[in-house]
């Protein structure tokens, strides 16, 4: 087996910037593949994209064939590792890397399964903004066995891969009808309720703010740095809560908590992703530690003797306000959201009585999703583990280290 790299058996392409000219995606029929589209996949094949472009223009564009291998290569979302596989051809976004195997040398299915073993993390210097160049990515040291042994390596993986599925459609379908039951619940309960009126949450909130409220960013890289050992303060990013905070953190000093004053986090508060996956909500946990906001969030608190944080969580976990949230998504690439379109969205103000009632009612729904959850993990984990044990008797990790 030789230890290659991935511009030796493979193409490392980027994609385009989306057409300007919005007739382009009318009756589009062509995907168009974004760094949104591989995140709502995270893992596995990609045949669907939410931009469709016309034929006409993909003719004049490079179309990307079934068993291209997508990764966000700019913007936070690179350090999420997520990988998925091209199922029907389609043209990529410039913010993603297209990976197009050598026939003759590398198999797509061999290519995608060795990528989800590498964390990009690995192979990007810290910076306030992630990314990784099409050089740097072509340098990532791959080992090639022979085609036979590849497919030897596939067909082992396919078949673990398939219980997995298997045993994570079972848990889904299980979470799914509780989910089900959480938004029926939250319909009848606005049906019914003693909703006093709709406001903005402008009129309600008491706090939104981000990282850059502390200033330019020239001030903030001359004051604050990211620590990977632990220190004075946790640095709150949405990667702690998309890995369920069992990821690293990082740390800042006292210094650079002192600096970040105007995005301190005390524990329950509402954060929300401003770019990437814009609008997805996160509830901050109580906490016994000092905790700043990391990039690309805002932090949001209410006048809880009008509207409890919880019930806010709640409500824009709901169709109701996910709707109202992507409707207020911008950018045809990279997703954002603004803080005045966070202010601009509307909430059924009820009673504080009436909204301790459906906080507690939800908790008991995910009581019960919180059990599936680690129970599945648990289960899953151990499949993972035999999967990368199969990629560990292949690929010689300490070699690929000293490699990279």
């Not at 690309?296 to 019930?311: D, G």
């Not at 504080?352 to 919180?370: G, L, P, R, T, W």
């Amino acid at each position: 087996m030789q230890l290659l790299k991935l511009k030796d058996v493979c193409s490392v392409n980027s994609g385009i910037s989306p057409p300007k000219d919005k007739k382009i995606f009318e009756n589009g029929t062509i995907p168009f593949y974004k760094t949104l589209d591989v995140g709502r996949v995270k893992a596995g094949d990609i045949s669907d994209s939410e931009l469709k472009v016309s034929q006409e223009f993909a003719d004049s564009k490079r179309v990307f064939e079934p068993g291209t291998i997508l990764f966000p290569k700019s913007g936070a979302s690179t350090l999420l590792n997520h990988r998925v596989m091209i199922q029907k051809k389609g043209l990529v976004a410039s913010t993603l890397a297209a990976i197009v195997p050598i026939k003759d040398l590398c198999l797509s299915k061999y290519l995608y399964y060795y990528l989800l073993t590498i964390d990009t993390k690995d192979f990007i210097p810290e910076s306030f903004y992630p990314g990784m160049k099409i050089s740097e990515i072509s340098e990532i040291p791959i080992p090639v066995p022979s085609l036979q042994e590849q497919e030897k390596i596939v067909e082992r993986l396919d078949l673990l891969n398939k219980k997995i599925k298997i045993k994570r459609n079972i848990t889904a379908k299980k979470i799914f009808n509780l989910e089900l039951m959480i938004n029926s619940y939250i319909n009848k309960f606005f049906q019914h309720s003693n909703v006093i009126k709709n406001t903005e949450l402008g009129n309600v909130i008491e706090t939104l703010t981000d990282y850059h409220a502390n200033g330019s960013y020239k001030i903030l890289k001359e004051n604050v740095e990211l620590k990977d050992k632990k220190d004075y303060a946790w640095m709150v990013r949405s990667t702690d809560f998309e890995n369920n905070f069992r990821n690293k953190k990082k740390y800042i000093t006292k210094p650079a908590y002192d600096f970040l004053s105007k995005s301190k986090i005390i524990g329950g508060e509402l954060l929300m992703s401003k770019i990437g996956n814009a609008g997805k909500i996160y509830l901050m946990p109580k906490i016994d530690t000092p905790a700043s906001l990391a990039m690309n969030l805002f932090l949001i608190r209410f006048n809880e003797s009008i509207l409890l944080n919880e019930y806010v969580y709640f409500f824009l976990s709901s169709h109701f306000g996910s709707h109202q949230i992507e409707s207020r998504l911008k950018g045809a690439t990279t997703q954002t959201i603004t803080k005045d379109s966070v202010r601009s969205i509307t909430i059924p103000l009820i009673p504080i009585k009436e909204q301790i009632k459906i906080i507690d009612k939800i908790k008991s729904f995910q009581i019960n999703i919180d059990f599936l959850n680690k129970n599945y993990v648990k289960k899953d984990k151990k499949l993972q583990n035999l999967q990368f044990s199969l990629l560990e008797r292949v690929f010689n990790f300490d070699q690929i280290g000293k490699s990279a």
